[in-house]
């Protein structure tokens, strides 16, 4: 006949190995899906600039200029296209692009601030509203505290 405690502790090996399969998957999962958030949460903003700059290269300023949320329905008073030109004409010291690299991005209320390193130390900051999804100076070098 078979005794009280003969059975005692079967199936705990399985369950160990169970519980610590269950606990890696989601250590895995937690940080495989910070990583994705760090990496992609201001893709959009990224990718609006990189477009921006990337018509500065080829010279097509109207449709850079068109980022920035000025078209003919909507022009824009404060930024005509002429001061628009001087800033980033082929006369302005930004003329020249060849390579650039989006250095930070930081999420700041509304919009987001990209800071974007043009070369030969020229650093700027853009600030993509996040609504519109339209391009202009950033008001701030950081993020004003809250």
Same mark, same amino acid.
């Not at 005794?3 to 998957?25: F, S």
């Not at 760090?38 to 850079?64: G, H």
């Not at 030109?85 to 700041?108: H, L, V, Y």
């Given at each position: 006949?078979? !005794?009280? &405690?003969?059975?005692?502790?079967?199936?705990?090996?399985?369950? /160990? +190995?169970? %519980?610590?399969? @269950?606990?890696?998957?989601?250590?895995?999962?937690?940080?495989?899906? !910070?990583? &994705?958030?760090?990496?992609?949460?201001?893709?959009?903003?990224? /990718? +609006?600039? %990189?477009?921006? @700059?990337?018509?500065?290269?080829?010279?097509?300023?109207?449709?850079?200029?068109? &980022?920035?949320?000025?078209?003919?329905?909507?022009?824009?008073?404060?930024?005509?296209?002429?001061?628009?030109?001087?800033?980033?004409?082929?006369?302005?010291?930004?003329?020249?692009?060849?390579?650039?690299?989006?250095?930070?991005?930081?999420?700041?209320?509304?919009?987001?601030?990209?800071?974007?390193d043009l070369?030969?130390?020229?650093?700027?900051?853009?600030?993509?509203?996040?609504?519109?999804?339209?391009?202009?100076?950033s008001?701030?070098?950081?993020?004003?505290?809250?």
């Amino acid at each position: 006949m078979p !005794g009280y &405690l003969d059975h005692y502790g079967e199936g705990y090996e399985t369950r /160990a +190995k169970r %519980t610590k399969l @269950i606990v890696g998957i989601a250590l895995i999962a937690l940080v495989a899906s !910070g990583t &994705l958030y760090f990496a992609l949460r201001n893709f959009r903003q990224k /990718a +609006k600039v %990189t477009e921006f @700059i990337e018509l500065l290269q080829k010279q097509d300023y109207q449709s850079a200029y068109r &980022l920035w949320g000025c078209t003919d329905a909507k022009p824009c008073p404060d930024y005509s296209f002429n001061k628009f030109m001087e800033d980033w004409g082929p006369k302005s010291s930004n003329a020249q692009i060849a390579s650039f690299k989006i250095t930070k991005s930081r999420a700041c209320g509304s919009g987001v601030i990209v800071t974007t390193d043009l070369g030969q130390n020229r650093e700027e900051r853009f600030w993509v509203e996040g609504s519109e999804m339209t391009i202009g100076f950033s008001p701030w070098p950081v993020c004003p505290p809250r």
